[in-house]
């Protein structure tokens, strides 16, 4: 067994790196942390390059690279040239992991904790604040499991491109736009679905309890907003299946206790190999065995 210490490289598109991300590294068994803030992907090259021509092959995996930042669509491309600098064919590789601003665990886990209770094959989804990182993610994983998906935000323009992106990459799913700027557009909205998401802005009630009250198919609700107030009136962060009004509530935190499970395990899984890439669906492939 190689005796190099665990590596791991924290990039960050952020000016500072985050903290979270950084004691979540730690406590999942890195044992020395190299942290980068300001990372873009015209910087990415040398730091790779740093990376996987000091340790030979044979003990690369014990050295591996985490991409974070609130710029989601900048660490995917911090991503991309990440994975142009590392050298295969050579066996100069490293193992990746991409999870900006918590997005891909975050998402694995809310749609993990549904299809716990319940399949999303031909479910009907809502998804409110459907056009951020997280909604988007959690969007694309139901769609991928066969659910209707409807993706709803106060400007219809925003929902309608986000549906055109997904269905560039799902060509065959079955997703929809919704507006829910006013209250008649979120009740129909809400109407007809199973699952709803909630994945607004923190602190931003984004579903009144009089309109997802009585909605005869409504089976499970699922809040991500753990700031005051809560994003789904009735949904309490601790909540873990508690049953309301026949309705079964799932809170952020909740959400969240299995969003650092699968965040650990696959910072600890980083280390195993050195040509792994762990993005949104292998999290949640992951987070199966959790």
């Not at 942290?35 to 015209?42: A, N, Q």
């Not at 007809?192 to 802005?201: H, N, T, W």
């Amino acid at each position: 067994m190689s005796d190099k210490r665990r590596i791991l490289l924290q990039l960050d598109t952020d000016t500072q790196p985050s903290a979270f991300d950084s004691v979540v590294a730690l406590d999942a068994g890195a044992e020395v942390l190299l942290r980068y803030g300001g990372v873009r992907p015209e910087t990415v090259t040398p730091l790779v390059h740093g990376a996987i021509f000091t340790r030979g092959p044979k003990d690369l995996h014990r050295t591996a690279i985490f991409i974070g930042g609130s710029d989601v669509a900048l660490a995917e491309r911090v991503r991309d040239a990440v994975r142009k600098a590392l050298l295969p064919q050579w066996g100069l590789s490293v193992s990746v992991m991409l999870d900006p601003n918590g997005s891909n665990t975050t998402a694995a886990a809310a749609v993990r904790t549904v299809l716990q209770r319940q399949s999303l094959n031909n479910a009907t989804v809502l998804v409110l604040g459907g056009t951020g990182p997280v909604g988007q993610r959690v969007a694309y994983l139901a769609a991928q499991l066969g659910a209707e998906v409807r993706i709803a935000s106060r400007q219809l323009l925003r929902a309608q491109e986000t549906v055109e992106q997904l269905l560039a990459c799902l060509p065959s799913a079955r997703i929809m736009a919704g507006e829910t700027a006013s209250e008649d557009g979120l009740r129909q909205a809400v109407q007809g679905c199973q699952v709803v998401f909630g994945s607004g802005a923190a602190g931003v009630r984004i579903l009144p309890r009089t309109v997802w009250l009585g909605q005869p198919q409504l089976r499970i609700l699922v809040d991500l907003n753990a700031v005051p107030p809560s994003g789904i009136e009735g949904v309490e962060p601790t909540d873990d299946g508690v049953e309301r009004e026949g309705v079964l509530c799932f809170g952020a935190l909740t959400v969240g206790n299995l969003k650092m499970k699968i965040h650990k395990a696959a910072i600890a899984k980083l280390f195993e190999r050195n040509d792994l890439l762990l993005d949104l669906e292998e999290l949640f492939a992951l987070s199966a065995t959790m």
